[in-house]
């Protein structure tokens, strides 16, 4: 096991720590980009599910991420223990409490399956606009510009939930190595220069 993996198990008995849940919801599909690029995949990200330890015979983790997948996407979404694919203590300087496990959830769907929970998420989704700000495909192909999974991955992310979606991408083979390291790659360069920007503008507030 990697450094600081450990199993659902092992995590549930761990005392006085915190579960967080996130889950990677995606699709094959035939669709493409200006008629020419194939998508070959759709990838959505969203979700997490904080409870403290101490009560887990009333609500099991993948319930609790059920529920509020349902309250925060609008549809039932129906996630068990065999889409759990990671299960780790919170890396230092997360972003996250320093006591909080997380668990990292996969779940295959119908391509239909993922544009009506789209639909529902900014249309009846409790939750829409409030702790959920809508969701967002991750977009797999690199343009000519060099657009795509590079701008994408070069956004900022909670915790380590760009680790995360990098690793799954590999692991289902989503996408190419050579071209997610070229997106790495690309990706970092863009937060260079994002970071140079935002110092330029700190700077015009401060004169």
Known sequence: MASGQMSRAEALECK???????????????????????????????????????SPTEETLEAGLTRELLEEVGLAVPISEEDLVETCIAPPRSGFNPRLILHFYVK??????IRELEKAAASTAVDHGLEAMGMVRVPLYTTKSGGGLPNFLSHSFIGNARTQLVTSLRRLHLVFPGELRRALKNSLRMHAESARSLKSAVALMEE
């Open 16 to 54: 006085g720590f915190r579960h967080a849940c996130h889950v990677m919801l995606y699709s094959d599909t035939e669709s493409q980009l200006f008629g020419k690029t194939p998508i070959k995949h759709i990838v959505l990200m969203q979700m997490r599910y904080d409870v403290r330890l101490g």
């Open 108 to 113: 295959k769907m119908e391509e239909e399956q």
